[in-house]
């Protein structure tokens, strides 16, 4: 194996990821700040202080299953809006389903739990290997569309681009380590702080080196893009539904 890509390897999962942390949680608390020094004043004497009122409750699972089905996608009911839905809505949930097996290999989960849905081989190479070209060719084509279609381009920053670009390189990388040639040995990834993934076989150390550090870029700059609503999202609803159901749902005193 040859040392210089194991001394990359060792650098970018080893060392690296202290600075991608350190940038994240920044970034994160720059985000909680602007929020909090931001946000307007409001008096609550007025109103109940149950926490939560049956109305926010109402609320609260109508907005979730808003966002689980991606309904802001139907702008107009016509074929173009189902589209893009249909692409969204494949590439995100083909993205959980990829970021959820990479907990296999550390250990949080085991394809046995799975056995009665299908078999291990089909769980953990057959569907991850599939998964991985639907999300790399939706965020393709996601690219393709803020490039051709005047309207969206017109409204499209460089935060636009530079995300579909960076999770384009994550996806190409990482379907890129499945179809290049491998080493049929065991592979003990470390990842600093103390996670290790057990992989059955050694990957390709230059796509993984890649893969590693596009995936890294896109944790350290998330906080300061629009991806910061995959976080934002559920605590966003969250405080919207309370609130909501207190003012017009909850009980006056």
């Given at each position: 194996m040859d040392t210089s890509l194991t001394l990359l390897v060792n650098f970018i999962f080893g060392t690296l990821p202290w600075v991608t942390y350190t940038v994240f949680l920044l970034g994160i608390s720059l985000k909680l700040y602007t929020w909090f020094s931001?946000?307007?004043?409001?008096?609550?004497?007025?109103?109940?202080?149950?926490?939560?009122?049956a109305g926010s409750v109402g609320l609260m699972i109508g907005q979730f299953i808003y966002l689980l089905l991606f309904q802001g996608r139907f702008i107009k009911p016509n074929i173009k809006s189902f589209v893009l839905w249909l692409m969204s809505f494949s590439a995100h949930i083909s993205l959980f389903l990829i970021l959820f097996g990479h907990l296999r290999p550390i250990g949080v989960w085991s394809a046995s739990w799975f056995a009665w849905v299908a078999s291990e081989q089909f769980l953990t190479r057959d569907l991850p290997?599939?998964?991985?070209?639907?999300?790399?060719g939706g965020f393709s084509l996601l690219l393709v569309r803020r490039v051709v279609d005047r309207s969206v381009r017109s409204i499209s920053g460089f935060d636009d681009y530079f995300l579909l670009v960076?999770?384009?390189?994550?996806?190409?990388?990482?379907n890129m380590m499945r179809v290049s040639p491998y080493i049929h040995e065991p592979f003990a990834?470390?990842?600093?702080p103390g996670i290790v993934m057990q992989l059955k076989e050694t990957p390709s150390l230059i796509w993984l080196a890649v893969?590693?550090?596009?995936a890294q870029i896109l944790i350290m700059y998330m906080p300061f893009s629009k991806l910061f609503h995959i976080i934002a999202s559920p605590f966003t609803v969250l405080a919207y539904s309370i609130r909501h159901g207190r003012l017009y749902g909850g009980m006056k005193t």
């Open positions: 931001t946000a307007p004043y409001h008096k609550t004497g007025s109103y109940s202080k149950t926490s939560i009122s290997f599939y998964l991985g070209w639907v999300v790399l960076i999770l384009i390189i994550v996806f190409l990388a990482g990834l470390e990842i600093s893969h590693g550090i596009a």
